[in-house]
């Protein structure tokens, strides 16, 4: 389950060099190639079956916050959340 100030926070992943946050994790990995840092494409092999990750609302009464009913991406749970 996500935890209401997770949701509430715009930025997760933070620069180590600028101290600047961004809200992804992905806005971070483009960032880096600023500072000439390494950084790494996540990829997946053929062979590879991650399931997928479902999002649970953190309010009680919600009806996502049931598993047969949860979100299946975070920025979806976010809008639902903040509305």
């Not at 620069?15 to 190639?33: A, D, I, K, M, T």
């Amino acid at each position: 389950m996500v935890s209401p100030r997770s949701l509430l926070d715009s930025n997760r992943f933070t620069c180590e060099v600028w101290l600047q946050g961004f809200p992804r994790n992905q806005n971070l990995s483009l960032h880096q190639r600023v500072h000439n840092l390494p950084f790494t494409v996540k990829t997946r092999s053929q062979n590879d079956m991650v399931p997928r990750k479902k999002y649970l609302c953190p309010e009680p009464t919600c009806v996502h916050h049931n598993h047969s009913h949860a979100i299946g991406d975070y920025g979806g749970l976010k809008k639902r959340y903040l509305f």
